[in-house]
């Protein structure tokens, strides 16, 4: 540019004795002058693309993460972030760098970076929801099956008593529980075994019992004592008296 043009004219200049040697300072003097300025210049712009080169490099980093979450995590809850748009925000940060508009550029990768760690932010609370759902599921699920199983083996336990106590529940909680409708299930196999274990509470207190005293023995004729006396009367001495 024209410094350089007036650096070669001073070195011609200064080859030549006898020159106007107060105007050759001078003019050196104003030659360094301005070459300070650029060299300011310069440095200020090596500093403003170095700082946006280094956003530029955050915000692609964080773009890789957001386009890494969903095969890393989000693919097995069925989560899934779009990350196109903030690669094609880092593709226009890099254009306006290359054209020096360095403002322009450093906004479109800090606003890249910043959406995406939003949306991974965003995505990860999806997540842990949709995990702590599961687990709750699994919590009644579990309770289900343990309902089903305790019912399971008291209707076992009455299955010898007329009317198979608390099979038709068992049999709605089992098909309850294939629907996946756990709570109807974990409800049915408590009647279920209620109602068995009463049938087979009430059959233990009845064999208990035993048989009535005023029945039994003296139902048959003969056992009875009084039964005996009296027919010993009949055929016995009383007879012989009556007869004198």
Do not use: C
């Amino acid at each position: 540019g024209s410094l350089g043009a007036s650096l070669d004219q001073l070195a011609v200049a200064l080859q030549y004795a006898h020159s106007d040697w107060p105007a050759l300072a001078s003019n050196a003097d104003s030659l360094a002058e301005q070459a300070a300025q650029i060299g300011a210049v310069l440095s200020q712009e090596i500093a403003a693309a170095s700082n946006v080169i280094e956003g530029i490099v955050q915000a692609r980093s964080m773009v890789n993460k957001a386009n890494r979450w969903n095969s890393e995590v989000g693919s097995a809850w069925g989560v899934a972030i779009p990350a196109e748009q903030w690669n094609q925000a880092i593709e226009q940060a890099a254009w306006y760098l290359t054209n020096g508009d360095y403002v322009n550029s450093l906004n479109m990768a800090a606003s890249a970076a910043e959406s995406a760690r939003d949306a991974i932010n965003a995505a990860n609370a999806e997540v842990a929801e949709r995990q702590r759902q599961a687990t709750a599921r699994q919590a009644v699920m579990d309770n289900a099956q343990r309902a089903i199983d305790s019912a399971v083996q008291a209707v076992r336990e009455a299955s010898a008593l007329a009317g198979a106590p608390g099979a038709q529940w068992l049999q709605s909680a089992q098909e309850a529980f294939a629907r996946g409708e756990y709570d109807k299930a974990s409800s049915a196999a408590a009647n279920a075994y209620n109602e068995a274990r009463s049938a087979i509470d009430a059959a233990s207190q009845n064999s208990g019992q035993g048989p009535n005293p005023g029945q039994g023995q003296g139902g048959q004729a003969g056992s009875n004592p009084g039964d005996s006396a009296s027919n010993v009367g009949q055929q016995g001495p009383g007879d012989s008296v009556s007869t004198f």
